[in-house]
């Protein structure tokens, strides 16, 4: 008789959203990143985002997924209660990574003006995002590197 009552997790997902449980052979795909605190300023020809992580460890593990990922395409996504509500794609420029003392640094530039306009306008928007609250994950090639809540 119990087991008449378990259902199949999947049949509980909101509708068009797949879980685990509805793709076969595909397990649950976990990501653990670092957090720190991200703060992101303009600069003449597009935006720099600067990620610090309060310890040495989170540290190391944020450089090195910098230094694994960081030739891929850069982008910033702030979830608000778990959904996404500002999501970049820093693709119209050129973005380089260095590591600093306490995380590293994103530099988004581009020599075209319009496109410089949009990874500020992008980079403000997520800015506003992270002031107000949301959860924001920095990622390259979209894999995280690191988040701050």
Same mark, same amino acid.
């Given at each position: $008789?119990?087991?008449?009552? $378990?259902?199949?997790?999947? =049949?509980?997902?909101?509708?068009? *959203?797949?879980?685990?449980? =509805? /793709?076969?052979? /595909?397990g649950a795909n976990w990501c653990v990143?670092?957090? +720190? *605190? &991200? #703060? &992101? #300023?303009? +600069?003449k020809d597009g935006c720099k985002i600067h990620c610090r992580c309060d310890d040495d460890i989170a540290c190391a593990t944020l450089q090195n997924?910098?230094?694994?990922l960081a030739g891929g395409q850069c982008s910033l996504c702030c979830q608000l209660n778990g959904v996404t509500c500002c999501e970049?794609?820093?693709? +119209?420029?050129h973005c380089k990574c260095e590591p600093t003392e306490d995380g590293c640094c994103i530099t +988004? *530039?581009?020599?075209?003006k319009a496109c410089c306009e949009m990874i500020q306008s992008c980079c403000e928007a997520i800015a506003c995002c992270v002031k107000n609250g949301c959860c924001c994950y920095v990622c390259f090639s979209g894999t995280p590197v690191c988040c701050c809540c």
């Open positions: $008789m119990s087991s008449a009552v $378990m259902l199949d997790r999947g =049949t509980f997902a909101a509708a068009g *959203t797949p879980s685990p449980s =509805t /793709q076969p052979g /595909q990143v670092p957090r +720190c *605190t &991200i #703060e &992101i #300023e303009k +600069c997924l910098c230094r694994a970049c794609k820093l693709v +119209c420029g +988004c *530039t581009s020599g075209d």
